[in-house]
């Protein structure tokens, strides 16, 4: 088990950058990945997280800047030198091996002659002991992922690099092994820096996401951090669905702005407005489909004081089991979702019904309208 006070174990990119011609496939970026954390780099594909992670392992040459695991500057090291080990998508396990010579493979080829206790842990490590002796092609996908980040981890690395692990793999069996991955991180407690476009993937294994876009680091922190505080319309898209209002600053009480929007007024916490709150400026207001509730417009006296409100006709609904997903047209915004948990379905709440949807002013949150309120959308398909 590693120290997780220890730093040798941390990722630094300092000023890293690759370019091929005239494509910058990632912009200079500075990272740490603190040592034994489970870091995510998340984006679409083109996005520069996989050639971030190459470079780490030092399968890619940055066109500039460095790459230090803990104090050791291993830029220029081959990979084979860098106490780092990667996990890729397609498994690359030795057909004609069982499971236990592959996962003694790495020690074997350092000379060791006793790998027995060794190899027998790890497979114990990833729930694999009865199954030493069978070939890979006996295994299920899930079964022979583990098997590729016990041999990964048998080194002892001070930093597992995962890009994609979990892709070739049905939804089922993927949601299993995003459980089943943590769960090793945590025994182990080495640094997992893990390469996905899947948002749920990223948010479900890691402490610390990496929103990748075109090339830079768009938004970094926690999972919950990135979901409720997004700083840009891409981030708020990409993890998630957003709805979003032009709006315009009316005003500023104390710890509130106060926005104009159609005939109404919303307010929303200032701490949350990551857009200039001069009195004029424009803003994108910013909600969750699951923050919100719905009420039919004849009962619209029944609805708090103090909520965020505005009005709309349901133009679509969905049922999919845990919530009904509705598409609401408002004068302030058309295609308004809203998801609403299956506790009480209010059977008037169908298509063509007039509605009021309102929500608790500090679940909103403020961008600059001058970004693309659509940014994102199409990449998180």
Known sequence: MTNKTDPSGDVRLTGIAKTYGAFTAVHPLDLTVPQGSFFALLGASGCGKTTTLRMIAGLEEPTRGTVHLGDQDVTALPPYKRPVNTVFQSYALFPHLNIFENVAFGLRRRGLKSVKKQVEEMLDLVQLGEQARKKPHQLSGGQQQRVAV?????????????????????????????????????EVGITFVHVTHDQEEAMTMADTVAVMNAGRVEQLGSPADLYENPRTTFVANFLGTSNFIEAEVDSKNGDEVVLKAGGGKLVLPASRCSAPAGTGGRVLVGVRPEKISLTHADDAGEIPVGRNRITGKIADSS?????????????????????????????????????????NPAHTFGLDAAQDADAGVEEAA
Request: glycine content about 4%; some cysteine; aromatic content about 6%.
């Open 150 to 186: 016990a041999r990964a981890l048998i080194n002892h690395p001070k930093v597992l690099l995962l890009d994609e692990p979990l892709g070739a793999l049905d939804l089922k069996l993927r949601r299993q092994m995003q459980l089943e991955l943590k769960r090793i991180q945590t």
């Open 319 to 359: 049922f999919i089991g845990v919530s009904t997903q509705y598409v609401v047209d408002s004068p302030v915004c058309s295609d308004f979702e809203v998801y609403a948990q299956n506790i009480d379905r209010d059977p008037r709440l169908v298509p063509g019904a007039e509605v009021v949807l309102h929500w």
